[in-house]
């Protein structure tokens, strides 16, 4: 994931060895999603997953409009299996995205990392599709399960038509409630009853590390193995510490084995199709961290220790 995207990123992306690039929602314009495959594919670089930015609240909240947005979502997936992307990554957070109270924590040599406390006051963020204030709605667990059933059921089968796989992401920061707004993806055993809910090939799990890291109380390398028939696509990330209070680390820095991880994603029969990419990085020395979690230098470092991971499991099996 590039930001931004542009010409000079692409091509460092490329040097460093990425094989594909993960996008932000692109809109709903197939030639637009096109042309951004085409700039991709200028420097041998394939679409491998969209994700983040997606309007989801109506459908998350059943909220006046919910069936127009997930037609819209629908649109997403066909232009997607026009694309040849074959991944959408998506979240069933109440409260937006993935949320933390600070952006600036000191990690190694001075780098700049996000965390979160739960003590702290969330740092609002403006996307557009949060749910709207002053609508007083908060949404129960029960409504929440109900309203994912609804649309998996609504999507799941344009999904597979197009030969696009939707990957949950887990909700993050990892808690049943935040700030009094219940949650529902947390943990492994929410995972499972999300791909039994509405069976298909098409309805898969982001693995993403650096929130299960951050709950605490899960096994990294047993969740790989245990919900890995499900697996589409993997965020490879840590953090220290855990819910209500954990920062974000370099990807060497955490309290992870990260080896050890690699090994057992690379263990999964279908480890070929994955993808798997670097998440939250550390801004580094002369970045601006107008991204936090996404500039470009950790990225980089991220990408080149994953490659040696990988090269390592493949050179001793």
Not at 37 to 53: D, F
Not at 148 to 160: N, R, T
Not at 169 to 190: K, N
Not at 258 to 266: D, H, I, N, Q, V
Request: one cysteine or more; aromatic letters at 8%; hydrophobic letters at 40%.
């Amino acid at each position: 994931m590039l930001t931004p995207p542009s010409n000079r990123n692409l091509r460092l992306a490329k040097q460093a060895g990425a094989e594909g690039l993960v996008i932000h929602y692109p809109g709903l314009v197939l030639d637009s999603l096109l042309n951004t495959c085409e700039q991709a594919a200028a420097v041998g670089l394939a679409i491998n997953a969209v994700e983040r930015l997606i309007p989801h609240s109506k459908f998350v909240h059943n909220l006046p409009g919910r069936d127009q947005e997930i037609e819209d979502f629908i649109q997403l997936i066909k232009n997607m299996g026009k694309a040849g992307i074959p991944v959408l990554c998506y979240n069933w957070m109440p409260r937006d995205d993935w949320g933390r109270t600070k952006t600036d924590a000191p990690e190694r040599g001075g780098a700049l990392v996000t965390e979160f406390d739960i003590d702290a006051p969330m740092i609002p963020r403006d996307h557009g599709y949060e749910v709207p204030e002053g609508t007083g709605k908060i949404t129960s667990k029960e409504e929440l399960w109900d309203n994912l059933q609804y649309f998996l059921e609504k999507v799941l089968p344009v999904a597979e038509e197009a030969g696009v796989k939707l990957a949950m992401h887990p909700d993050d920061p990892p808690l049943p409630d935040l700030y009094g707004q219940p949650s529902i993806m947390v943990g492994f055993e929410a995972m499972e009853r999300l791909v039994k809910m509405v069976p298909s090939s098409a309805n898969t799990l982001c693995f993403c590390q650096g929130t299960f890291s951050s709950q605490g109380n899960l096994d990294i390398y047993d969740g790989i193995k245990r919900l890995g028939p499900h697996i589409s696509f993997i965020h490879f990330r840590d953090v220290v510490g855990q819910v209500p209070k954990f920062r974000e680390t370099f990807i060497d820095n955490g309290k992870t084995d990260m080896a050890k991880a690699m090994k057992a994603y690379m263990a999964l029969p279908h480890s070929k199709d994955l993808c798997i990419r670097p998440d939250h990085v550390p801004t580094m020395d002369g970045e601006t961290n107008e991204n936090p979690g996404y500039e470009m230098l950790g990225r980089l470092h991220a990408l080149g220790y994953m490659t040696g991971l990988i090269h390592s499991v493949e050179s001793f099996e």
